[in-house]
């Protein structure tokens, strides 16, 4: 199993940038697909992005699409979410979480699809 912690967080104006990052303790870090989720107060958890388990396959949601970047480094046993041009919506605890592949073909897009998570980094843009 493996136990993921965010990182880099922060306050930041709209329009700038953060780079959150992902340690995943434990063994064979790339045998995960790896996501970030996010979850605003008052709201649900919702999809931001996944990648594959060598990083050649990614996925967005539409409202991140184009300003947002996952990327990992498996022998750093890392994922990154680089942000963009961020907007005040984007405000949110910022979640990280690994699934194992299964037998069939999940929908990653699906918080129910991971196995562990981290406890969450706070991402607040002002206007």
């Known amino acids: 199993q493996v136990q993921p912690v965010e990182s880099g967080g922060g306050l930041v104006q709209a329009g700038g940038s953060l780079r959150l990052a992902c340690a995943a303790s434990?063994?064979?870090?790339?045998?995960?697909?790896m996501g970030w989720f996010r979850q605003a107060p008052g709201k649900e958890r919702e999809f931001v992005a996944h990648?594959?388990?060598?990083?050649?396959?990614?996925d967005y949601a539409s409202s991140v699409q184009g300003r947002f970047t996952i990327s990992r480094d498996n022998a750093k046993n890392m994922v990154y979410l680089q942000m963009n041009s961020l907007k005040v919506e984007d405000t949110a605890v910022y979640y990280c979480?690994?699934?194992?592949?299964?037998?069939?073909?999940?929908?990653?897009?699906?918080?129910?699809?991971?196995?562990?998570w981290g406890q969450g980094t706070q991402v607040t843009v002002s206007s």
């Open positions: 990648i594959s388990t060598m990083g050649g396959s990614t």
């Open positions: 979480a690994a699934a194992r592949v299964p037998y069939y073909t999940p929908n990653y897009r699906d918080h129910n699809e991971y196995d562990y």
């Open positions: 434990g063994r064979a870090f790339s045998i995960y697909v």
